[in-house]
Every structure is written in C-alpha cells, then in structure tokens.
C-alpha cells in the first residue's frame, strides 16, 4: 500500500462529494477548453483565409474595411504597378432573406476567366467544373456548403430570387471560404443592384515572393483613392485582435475555474475535519507532519486531475455544440491547450489543498485522537 | 530504558489549568510489563501518552534511551514513534475505508519498506493474532476483539521496543479482553518487547510485574 491508493481510497469513500467537486473545477476547465478552442480555430481560419482568398496583397477602399466600394476601373492601374503579377476583383453578397451567418446566405461574384488563373493553385475542384464565363446563373458551391445543404453538381438552388445551377463543388481547406457559392461577377452586381463596374476588394499576386509589403507600399503611392494591405500586415492585425479574444476568454474561464478551486479547498478542508481522528492515527504510528501534508496535497492533486480530465471533455463537447450552432466556427483544440488546462486544474487542486494540508500536518495528535 | 524526572503537564481550558501530572519521577527497564493504574482523570493517559513521544511535557524530562524528549523537535519524534513504539488504544483508531492488512501497514507507508515486504510482514502478524481469516474485512465487517487485534498488529509491524497500550480490553467483552491481554503478554514474554497497559481492570493489574497507582496527577505507590 502506498500514499495514492490511501487518497484514491478515500476519494472514492464520499462519491456524490467527489463528483460535486469534480463538476465544479470541470466546469470552468471546459469554459476554458471550449473558449480557448473557439477562439483559436477562429484564428487559424481568419489567418488562412487571408493568404488564400485574399491572395498576396488585398485592396480595398481608401479607409474601409468592411464597407469598401471600388471601381473595377483600378485593376488597370493596379496591374500596371511594378511588381504586380495577378489582379482579381471580388463582389461580396449576403442575402440576408437566408438570415444572417446561416449556411447558404453568403456568396462571392468573382471573374470566371481571372479567378482560374488566380485561385487554380489554392483550390480543389471536388467535382465538376470551375464556373466560365458564359455561366451567368451557374454557381461553385463550398464544400463545407455543400455538406451543410446537401447539394451536387447538376443541382438548382435559388439565390437571391434567382435560380442558379451548380457547375462545380470547390475546396479551398478554409470553413469560411467553403461556405459560400461563387458566381459569376456580373450577375452578383445585378441581382443585389450595384453599378457594373463595382467591387468590394481587389486581390493582387506578386511577381516575386518576399515583395509583398514593397508591392503595396508603390500601390498606394501610384493609386489614388485605394488601400493596399499585404497578408502579413493583415493577418498582424488580425492576430492582435484575435489575441485579445484569447485573453479575454481566458480571462472568464479562469475565474470559473477559480471557483472550482475554491470548491477543492472546501471539499478537502471539510474531509480533513472529518478525518481528525484518522490523522491523529496517521502521527501516532510514526507519519511525520510533510508526510500528513503531502497526502492531502496528492489528494488534492488528484481532484485537480480528474476535474481537469472531465473538463476537457465536457469543453471538446462544448466545442462541438457551438460548433454546430454557429456555422463558420470551427474549434480548434491543440495538444498546448491541453496541457495548458491539465496545468491550471491541478495547480488549483494543489493550491486548495494547501491550507487544509496545512491544518493536518499541524494537529496535534493527542488532541486529534480524543476527536469521535 | 525510559527515565521519567519530575514530569508534568498542564493542560489549559479555556481560563482553568488542568494539572494533569504533577512531578512524576518513574524508570522502566527494558522488557518490563507495567500496568499504570488509578481513576478517570487521575493522568493516565496523559503519561502514556508522554512515553510514547505523541506529546511534550510542561516540566520535567522525559529520557527514552537516553533521548530527553522534551528537548528534541518534532522530527525526532515521529522518528521515535514510527521506530520504537506501537500504539494500542481503547478504541482501536482503525481507519474504516481500508480493510485489515491495509490498517495494518499503515506505519510503514512514508517508510522505504518495500511493498512485497511489507505485505508479507503484514500477513504474517494477520495470523499472529489469529486474523489469517479477516485479512480483506474492513473493520465494520469484524467484531470488536477482531478490531482491537487489527490493531495490535498494526503497533507490531515496526518491530517496536515498547507497546504502549491505553485500556486495550476497555471495548471488548471479558473473554475477548483475556485473549487481547494474553496476546500482549506473549508479546512481552518471547519478544521482549516493554508492555506498558493503562486499565480499571484490577485483574489486569494483578497479572504484571509492576504496577503503578496515580492519583491526581501524582504517583501513589
């Protein structure tokens, strides 16, 4: 026998206590997993999303970021700065008869012959074929989209009161960018009323790689009225938002977890009062006071680790729920986080146990042994 | 050997001051069988509890083999204890979640005896006293006798120099107290181990070597 089986032993002896406790420290372990893994399969994505769609260099109106409104009319001087391989435009459509974020409300008019030769290495067609030129009603569909809706090739679906036949399922690795139908550019301007020579963003390829910034500093010098970011610059802005999410969602879950750490220390000091007499035993037979001591802190320790191990569970589940409700969020949970929660459960179970370990090792045994 | 000089100890409750022993001058020799006897409160315990290094005097010295354990930290003691003496008390302090042969080891879990060891040593103290049956009950699921010999096998598994054993047939029935006490004896008698037994019992008191009558905190004869 030795120190683990006793504290196992006695963990299992108040079962409905145990699992209380439990359940109070995997609570906010799993506010901190589901979180913390939301908030970082939303960075992952908003990260991936910016060097795939948005190609080297993304241009947008001087000013705006998510009312921008250009004239196609830029793309030539664009294409003319030094640097510039691939110019491509992008309409962005939300019909919100859908409802906002629901599958299927979400749609890109982009130019069929541009979008190949800027999209062909970053996209799978899955099945079918890439939207051409003629295919003023034919539409890609996203492959998360397409899972979501059920759809195939050959399939009608309507869209913004129009009907339009999809030609091709499309995977770009990305939830976001799988979510939407891609149309024809000219028919995205007509069905939501906008000028023929519109665009929301205008996406650049660099001749050479590593000219990113360089290429978007001459754009905005040589072109009036726009505003050229590259990935990195974005994604930098990005990430310091994304950043304090993160902390902001640690932030709430510790202090849920706190208050399962408040419940361990409660938990044990009521199980230290209760066993006075079993720790006199424990001093009279020879255990010194740091072996009394570190018996409870095992204990705590253990109930650190399990509420620890079932919080990450009922986070993984947690993940999955907002997952499902809220398309376009996908919970990432990384082998770090893990261990970044298994840490903070047991440092919990072991800071709670510290004072009632305190008061164990610190009794005195005639005294203890007179407890009935 | 253990030399008691002019031991006491006070106890305070609350306002009051409990003199509990008052001046207690005592030598026992090795292998001695000693019954420490006198009425409730009259500080039998408290001695008992002094010579077992569970408590510190107020005044006085305490030497056990030479060791004055009023000068030495806490550290020493539980040494002391986990080494040298075994403890038998009135109400057995078993611990109910574990069953016989765990209650048995558990002074030697914080020590480097191996676990096979341990069990073995354990078992064969189990049919010492007549236990080779009950190894697996929990103490709920043994009757008092069972329980009190539990924990006499507990107080033998570190092999100690001295049994201090405090009403040790106070919860059992008379047949029961017999064996319980004959055990201890034998102990005393082919181990030589020290057997200090605090009772009411006069019986018990009349089988030892020596008996030692307090009163009020003092020794009367």
Request: proline content about 3%; overall charge neutral; cysteine-free.
């Amino acid at each position: 026998m030795d120190m683990l089986e006793i504290v196992l032993n006695n963990v299992l002896r108040r079962k409905a206590r145990t699992f209380l406790t439990l359940l109070g420290i995997s609570l906010g372990v799993a506010a901190i997993v589901a979180l913390v893994s939301l908030s970082l399969g939303l960075e992952a994505n908003a990260l991936d999303i910016m060097g795939k769609v948005t190609g080297d260099i993304t241009i947008m109106q001087e000013g705006q970021m998510f009312m921008s409104s250009l004239s196609e009319n830029v793309m030539g001087d664009i294409q003319r700065v030094n640097g510039v391989k691939l110019v491509a435009p992008t309409v962005l459509l939300t019909d919100l008869s859908k409802g906002f974020n629901n599958p299927g409300a979400e749609a890109r008019g982009v130019n069929p012959d541009l979008e190949e030769l800027f999209s062909s290495s970053s996209w799978d067609i899955i099945d079918g074929r890439p939207i051409r030129s003629g295919d003023t009603h034919g539409a890609m569909a996203g492959s998360v989209l397409a899972d979501q809706l059920n759809l195939k090739v050959g399939q009608s679906i309507e869209y913004m009161g129009e009907k339009f036949r999809i030609v091709g399922i499309l995977s770009f690795g990305n939830t976001l960018l799988d979510q939407a139908y891609y149309i024809h550019i000219n028919t995205a301007r007509e069905i939501s009323g906008r000028s023929y020579d519109h665009v929301n963003m205008i996406r650049v390829k660099v001749s050479k790689p590593g000219t990113e910034e360089e290429v978007a500093k001459r754009i905005n010098l040589t072109v009036p009225g726009v505003e050229a970011r590259s990935s990195a610059a974005m994604s930098e802005q990005v990430s310091e938002f994304l950043a304090i999410i993160e902390k902001v969602t640690w932030a709430i879950s510790a202090v849920a977890a706190i208050v399962g750490g408040v419940g361990i220390a409660n938990t044990m000091l009521m199980s230290v009062i209760e066993r006075t007499k079993e720790i006199g035993v424990f001093k009279a037979v020879g255990w010194s006071n740091s072996d009394v001591m570190k018996i409870i802190l095992i204990e705590g320790l253990i109930l650190g680790l399990l509420g620890g191990i079932l919080g990450i569970g009922l986070g993984y589940v947690a993940m999955f729920l907002v997952k499902d409700l809220v398309p376009g969020f996908a919970g990432k949970i990384t082998l770090v986080l893990i261990v970044e929660a298994l840490t903070f459960a047991i440092s919990l179970g072991v800071i709670g146990g510290i004072y009632p370990a305190y008061r164990a090792a610190h009794l005195n045994p005639v005294t203890a042994l007179k407890m009935e | 050997m253990i030399r008691i000089e002019n031991l006491s100890k006070y106890y305070t409750m609350g306002t009051v001051t409990v003199k509990a022993l008052k001046g207690i001058n005592l030598i026992i020799k090795d292998g001695e069988y000693l019954a420490i006897m006198g009425p409730s409160g009259s500080g039998k315990s408290t001695l008992l509890n002094l010579l077992g290094a569970l408590d510190k005097p107020t005044a006085g010295t305490v030497y056990f083999d030479g060791i004055n354990l009023a000068r030495v930290d806490e550290s020493v003691l539980y040494q002391l204890r986990r080494k040298k003496v075994g403890f038998v008390f009135q109400s057995f302090n078993l611990i109910p979640t574990l069953n016989a042969i765990e209650n048995v080891l558990i002074p030697l879990v914080p020590t480097s005896v191996s676990k096979i060891e341990g069990y073995k040593r354990a078992k064969e103290l189990l049919m010492t006293v007549g236990l080779e049956k009950r190894i697996l009950h929990k103490p709920s699921e043994m009757s008092g006798g069972e329980q009190q010999r539990v924990a006499v096998a507990r107080a033998l598994i570190n092999n100690p120099k001295i049994i201090l054993a405090d009403e040790p047939t106070g919860n059992v029935d008379t047949k029961t107290g017999g064996e319980i006490m004959n055990l201890l004896k034998n102990l005393n008698i082919n181990m030589g181990t020290t057997l200090i037994v605090v009772t009411h019992d006069p019986e018990i008191g009349n089988s030892t070597e020596r008996t030692v009558q307090l009163r009020d905190g003092t020794i009367v004869e």
